[in-house]
């Protein structure tokens, strides 16, 4: 009998396996046709450091639970295994910009992966990571390597004339809009993301004296479209219920003008990452302040029914 929570499992696998498939498919097109200014050796690099560093954690952590281990079963099952790790390589090494130095792509998708298993609070009867890998392996190698930056966003629509200028970003709007739509629904995340960043652009421009146009310009790029439906929305790090989901993309946005406002790059990446950091602190002080409350509880509980029997 299918339960929510499988069907959750089910929706959850559905979306993993077509954001897989669309940033596999944008790779390639970005490698032949569109302009990648990176070598084929870095989302190779990133691939193999991510699955080598996925399948090791895995192994350790059933090891030390004496559990089955997640990618056995099949090839199938193997593969779905690899899909978050498969996703987190992929951005990174499409996102950032180290000329030919293959180490600091691969110490970014280290780093993506590292973080889903450093960085975790409690879920139900286990836990769960809570920062977006792929934003925090980008963030953490921005932060720690001044020289290396982000792709060019030219690069997406370089060879494609100015058609393509339009034509391609409508359809990943359009693909993205549906993919959250049906799997992830975080349509109201996004709703609230995109009109915080209106908000806050035009807010800046009245108080600032900045040309509201420029402001708003980081909308028409094809960096901020990506990271508006395919790494904002994060399934696992983002919140599922409308009133979180609205208050999530909204934070974004304020820390991202905050950001802006203090002279700081790289305002996209660092804001949801400093977002990420505060959700999962409130949720780990939430779930603390609950056992607590939990444990006095059965305390006095214990008390009485001491008293009871004298």
């Known amino acids: 009998m299918r339960t929510d929570k499988n069907w959750e499992g089910m929706r959850r696998l559905g979306g993993l396996r077509r954001f897989a498939l669309a940033i596999t498919i944008l790779n390639i097109l970005g490698h032949t046709v569109l302009g990648f200014e990176q070598s084929w050796a870095q989302p ?3 691939m193999a450091t991510a699955y080598s560093l996925e399948i090791a954690f895995e192994l350790i952590d059933a090891w030390a639970n004496r559990r089955p281990l997640k990618f056995v079963g099949g090839v199938r099952n193997f593969i779905d295994f690899l899909l978050s790790a498969h996703i987190s390589a992929l951005a990174v090494s499409m996102l950032l910009y180290a000329n030919d130095r293959l180490w600091v792509v691969a110490f970014g998708a280290a780093v993506a992966i590292s973080s889903k298993l450093l960085f975790r609070v409690p879920s139900g009867s286990g836990s769960r990571h809570f920062f977006n890998p792929s934003n925090f392996g980008i963030t953490i190698t921005l932060l720690l390597f001044s020289w290396v930056g982000i792709a060019p966003p030219y690069m997406f629509t370089e060879n ?48 600032c004296d900045t040309p509201i146009s420029a402001a708003l310009g980081p909308m028409t790029g094809m960096a901020f479209i990506l990271f508006t439906f395919y790494m904002v929305t994060d399934p696992a790090t983002s919140p599922s219920d409308y ?40 949720i780990y002080a939430l779930q603390a302040m609950a056992a607590r409350r939990e444990h006095e509880t059965a305390t006095v509980d214990t008390g009485v029914a001491a008293v009871s029997e004298v």
């Open 44 to 46: 190779l690099v990133a």
């Open 160 to 207: 494609l004339g100015a058609a393509g200028d339009w034509i391609l970003p409508a359809l990943i709007v359009v693909s993205g809009t549906i993919l959250n739509w049906r799997f992830t629904r975080k349509l109201p995340l996004i709703a609230a993301w995109l009109s915080s960043f209106a908000l806050q652009a035009i807010i800046r421009g009245l108080i």
């Open 243 to 282: 009133k979180g989901q609205i208050l999530f993309g909204a934070a974004v946005a304020t820390a991202y003008a905050a950001l802006v406002l203090m002279h700081v790059v790289f305002g996209l990446f660092f804001g949801l990452t400093l977002i990420c950091a505060i959700r999962g602190l409130g």
